[in-house]
């Protein structure tokens, strides 16, 4: 179904078809433990495009390819690319579509990867487009919740910090709301979600834009806590105003029920305590490690 | 009444289109759009609050020696979603008919969010979808931000 899809934001791919990655990625979870080599994707090619830092992302979507015996091929950055001479992002596509099979790129500007698929035979995947989205990110996040919970329907979702700039809330906002769940979001004034990503929510989603921190905290089986970006802020002085306004403690543990966790897409600042990650709650380094086995399952269903 | 008042304010033109039912207060918007100005050649007649059964108040334009492109009548819909065309020729109306909003509005519009990469040097024309007719709203097909009427305004 994912053949030679690309996988620009979070609606591209449908609720069965997250259903099939999940269940691909727990094999490919298997795989990995087991330590046996896949030979699945042999002689295919991933390239790769990062023209905005990243270490997860660009690590785990380049260690998936290689963990199903295909190769990679990639831009250290992108200073020393053509696109810093000047050369438009569709030219850099339609050049990068001839060496590889499968484009994955992310870009500071949003629409970037959208742009990037109108030029381009080969799928593309957005790692993440500015403010915009990053739904390997969610698809990973979704995963992560059913591994740990068992399930995703019936829970109760917080997402703390920033959710204006977040690509990673704004995404999984979107891929909730296809759930049945509850979502509260927190954030300072000045990082509110975005009314363009709530107007696109369905009419009976329950979303609580103005939740209070210490009961959403009582009530929630999902922490979801972001850091504050000091790479989207203009105005340097906003950024001091609003940096460590929620931090996860282990006093904020206490608070929580039993069986929930607390999720991150790194990386983190100050905003979860390390004594926290300590705790079995804790689930962003395993949240790190899914990315693995689902950038597998999603990769080698695109290229399959 | 209103009719005898509005012949006396805005006669009828020879050869030419004329822009009616326009939202009240957008025929400054309407000629901005269709780039007419002191150096334009047209003959323009403008029609402001005019008294209207169906809407009110209106705007009426009437331009002598002009067809609009299907572009020019787009934008038009984004502003005054009402409005209709008629085409006159020797001081007849030969075709008339209401703008309609496109669902697909293309290269007309500059997308609000500046770091849009529709916004930079790149081989794309801005694209959007139509959400709403009423308010008015409509969706960037690259980076998926909406933009409201006052947006769109200030984007045309």
């Known amino acids: 179904m994912l053949k030679n899809r690309s996988i620009v934001s979070i609606d591209d791919v449908s609720q069965p078809e997250l259903e099939d990655i999940f269940k691909t990625a727990d094999e490919m979870s298997d795989h990995l433990k087991q330590g046996k080599p896949l030979k699945i994707l042999d002689g295919r090619i991933m390239a790769t495009f990062f023209f905005e830092p990243s270490t997860r992302t660009r690590l785990s979507f380049e260690s998936a390819m290689n963990r199903l015996g295909g190769s990679v091929i990639s831009v250290s950055e992108a200073r020393s690319s053509s696109v810093a001479k000047g050369e438009t992002l569709a030219d850099t596509v339609r050049m990068a579509e001839s060496y590889s099979d499968v484009i994955v790129i992310r870009h500071p500007m949003e629409g970037a990867a959208k742009l990037a698929a109108r030029f381009s035979s080969k799928p593309i995947i957005n790692a993440g487009d500015g403010s915009g989205q990053h739904p390997t990110q969610t698809i990973m996040d979704l995963y992560t919740i059913r591994k740990e919970l068992g399930n995703i329907n019936g829970k109760t979702v917080t997402m703390v910090g920033d959710l204006r700039y977040g690509r990673t809330v704004h995404s999984l906002l979107l891929a909730l709301s296809n759930y049945d769940v509850e979502v509260n979001l927190i954030s300072p004034e000045i990082l509110k979600i975005p009314e363009y990503i709530i107007s696109r929510l369905p009419k009976n989603f329950k979303v609580n834009v103005s939740a209070d921190f210490d009961s959403a905290v009582e009530q929630s089986d999902v922490l979801y806590v972001t850091r504050i970006q000091k790479e989207r802020f203009t105005d340097q002085n906003e950024y001091l105003s609003v940096i460590g306004s929620y931090s996860v403690t282990p006093e904020t543990l206490e608070k929580m029920k039993e069986k929930s966790i607390i999720m991150h897409p790194l990386p983190r600042i100050d905003e979860i305590a390390p004594e926290v990650d300590l705790s079995p709650k804790a689930a962003y380094f395993k949240q790190a490690s899914n990315g693995v086995p689902v950038r597998m399952a999603l990769v080698s269903m695109i290229l399959g | ?156």
């Open chain 2, 1 to 156: 009444m209103i009719k005898v008042e509005q012949t006396l304010k805005i006669s009828k033109i020879k050869d030419g289109t004329v822009i009616d039912h326009i939202t009240a207060g957008k025929a400054m918007k309407v000629l901005s759009i269709l780039n007419i100005d002191e150096k334009s050649n047209s003959s323009v007649s403008i029609g402001v609050r005019v008294p209207s059964s169906k809407m009110g108040f209106k705007d009426v334009v009437k331009i002598e020696n002009r067809n609009l492109e299907k572009f020019e009548v787009d934008k038009i819909s984004l502003i005054a979603p009402d409005a209709s065309i008629s085409i006159v020729k020797d001081y007849e109306v030969t075709q008339k008919y209401t703008v309609e909003l496109p669902s697909r509005i293309v290269g007309i519009v500059k997308c609000h969010n500046a770091n849009c990469i529709t916004n930079v040097k790149e081989p794309v024309s801005s694209e959007f979808a139509l959400v709403s007719k009423k308010p008015l709203v409509i969706r960037c097909n690259f980076c998926e931000r909406n933009m409201n009427e006052r947006e769109i305004l200030t984007s045309l």
